[in-house]
C-alpha cells in the first residue's frame, strides 16, 4: 500500500472549520457525487454542503460534542472524521465514529486508517471505551472498519434510500470496537 506523503492530522477547532470551510465543501460534495451513502441524496451541490458544515458541524464542535479531525497531505484537506461525544448521560463511556472521508483523489493511501486510528486516540483521551458506527453494508468502509477491529453487530435492512435512486434501499451495518 503506497503511504501518503507529508501527511498530517490535526483536531480543528469552530473557528478553523471557518476559515476552511470551502475545503471541507468539495471534500464532501465530492464524495457524495462520486456516490457515497453518508445521509445525502443526489443531486447535492456547495451550497448544500457549506451548510452541512456550518450548521450542523460548526455549533457541535463548538459546543464540545463533536471532535472534528482533517486530513492534509502536502497543504491540502485530503480527509476528515468526526467523534460524537454529545450523547445522552447513560453512555458517558461511548462515542460515534461519524463523516470519515476521504476525497476520491486520495484514496487507498491509508488516510482512513491513519485518521481512525487518530480518531481512536481521541476518545481514549476521553475515557471513551466503546466506539460504534453504521455504513452502508457492503461499502468500502465495511472491509476497512473490520479491518481495524471493528466487530459487525447486524445488517438492518431498508435502513436510507440510495443516494441516485430514491426507489432504492439500501441496508447499513452497525459496528462496533471496544478500546
Ligand atoms: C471508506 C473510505 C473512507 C476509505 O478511505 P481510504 O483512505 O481510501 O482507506 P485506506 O486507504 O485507509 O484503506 C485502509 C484499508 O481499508 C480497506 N479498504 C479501503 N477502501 C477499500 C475498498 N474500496 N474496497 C475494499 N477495501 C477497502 C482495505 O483493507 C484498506 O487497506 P489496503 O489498501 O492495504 O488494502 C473512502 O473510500 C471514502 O471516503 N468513501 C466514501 C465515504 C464513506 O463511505 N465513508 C464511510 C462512511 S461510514
Known sequence: MPEATAQAIVRLTAADLDTQ???????????VVDGASIGFVLPFGREESRAFW????????AAGDRVLLAAYVEGRLAGTVQLVLGLPPNQPHRAEVTK????????RRGIARIL????????AERGRRLITLDTRSDDAAEPLYASLGYAAAGRLPG???????????????????TL
Open 54 to 61: 456550518r450548521d450542523a458541524v460548526r455549533p457541535a464542535v
Open 159 to 177: 435502513w436510507s434510500v440510495d443516494p441516485g435512486d430514491a426507489a432504492k434501499f439500501d441496508s447499513t451495518t452497525f459496528m462496533y470496537k
Open 21 to 31: 470551510l470551502e475545503a471541507f465543501a468539495e471534500l464532501l460534495e465530492a464524495c
Open 100 to 107: 470519515l472521508l476521504v476525497h476520491p483523489r486520495m484514496r
Open 116 to 123: 481512525m486510528a487518530a480518531l481512536e486516540r481521541e476518545a
